[in-house]
C-alpha cells in the first residue's frame, strides 16, 4: 500500500533563517506530488507540483521553492523565512488526476 | 473567479443526531467534487468523489450529493460519533487543479 510521510512534524523557526521540509512517498512510481499552505481560517493553497524529477510548477509567487530530486521525494525550502511563512504545510500525491491523498503536515511556526 | 463556499462555519450537535453540511461553487469548468475529513493538525483524508454524472456517493455513515446545475453539494452524517469532530473541506476538482473551501468545523458532544 502507498504511504506518505513528512518532516519534522512541527517546527518553530526564527525569521530569516532557512527552512527544508520533507515529503517522501512510498508504494507508487512516478506520482505526481503537490506542495500546499493552509493557513488558519483559510482554505489550502497550491503552492508548487511536479509531474516529475526536476520538473516544478509554482502557482503563486513566493519566498518558497520547491526541488524533486527523487521521483519519490518532494522537498520544500527557503533561504530566508519570513512571519507570514507560518502555516501548516501538506504534501500530497496522485497518480491520476482523480484523487489526492495527503501526509500528515507540517506545522511551521516563524517567530 | 473560481470559489468554493461553505456553510455552516462551524457546527455543534449531539452525539447521535444527523446533520447536514453545505457547499456551493463556482468553478467552471468542473471535472469532480470531493469531500474530505480533516482531524486537527492532521492531513486531510477523502471520503467521497463525484464526478458531474453523478449526485450520490456514500461512504459508511456518510452520504455526499451532488446537483452540477445548481452548482451545490451536501455532507450529510448520520448517527454522528463524538470521532466525527473535524472539520470537512468540499473540494471542486478541474482535472488536475483543485479548489478547496475553508471547511465547516463540525464538534460532537457527548
Known amino acids: 500500500s502507498q504511504t506518505i510521510h513528512q518532516w519534522p512534524a512541527t517546527l518553530v523557526q526564527p525569521v530569516g533563517s532557512p527552512l527544508s521540509l520533507e515529503c517522501t512517498v512510498e508504494g507508487t512510481s512516478n506520482p505526481n506530488l503537490y506542495w500546499y499552505r493552509q493557513a488558519a481560517g483559510r482554505g489550502l493553497q497550491l503552492l508548487f507540483y511536479?509531474?516529475?524529477?526536476?520538473?516544478i510548477s509554482s502557482e503563486v509567487p513566493q519566498n518558497l521553492s520547491a526541488s524533486r530530486p527523487q521521483d519519490r521525494q518532494f522537498i520544500l525550502s527557503s533561504k530566508k523565512l519570513l512571519l507570514s511563512d507560518s502555516g501548516f504545510y501538506l504534501c500530497?500525491?496522485?497518480?491520476?488526476?482523480?484523487?489526492?491523498?495527503f501526509g500528515p503536515g507540517t506545522r511551521l511556526t516563524v517567530l | 473567479k473560481n470559489q468554493v463556499e461553505q456553510s455552516p462555519q462551524s457546527l455543534i450537535i449531539l452525539e447521535g443526531k444527523n446533520c447536514t453540511l453545505q457547499c456551493n461553487y463556482t468553478v467552471s469548468p468542473f471535472s469532480n467534487l470531493r469531500w474530505y475529513k480533516q482531524d486537527t493538525g492532521r492531513g486531510p483524508v477523502s471520503l467521497t468523489i463525484?464526478?458531474?454524472?453523478?449526485n450520490t456517493k456514500s461512504n459508511g455513515r456518510y452520504t455526499a450529493t451532488l446537483d452540477a446545475d445548481t452548482k451545490q453539494s451536501s455532507l450529510h452524517i448520520t448517527a454522528s460519533q463524538l470521532s466525527d469532530s473535524a472539520s470537512y473541506i468540499c473540494v471542486v476538482g478541474q482535472n488536475e487543479k483543485l479548489t478547496f473551501g475553508t471547511g465547516t468545523r463540525l464538534t460532537i458532544i457527548p
Open positions: 511536479s509531474v516529475g524529477i526536476g520538473q
Open positions: 463525484m464526478t458531474f454524472s453523478e
Open positions: 500530497a500525491w496522485s497518480v491520476q488526476s482523480y484523487e489526492q491523498f
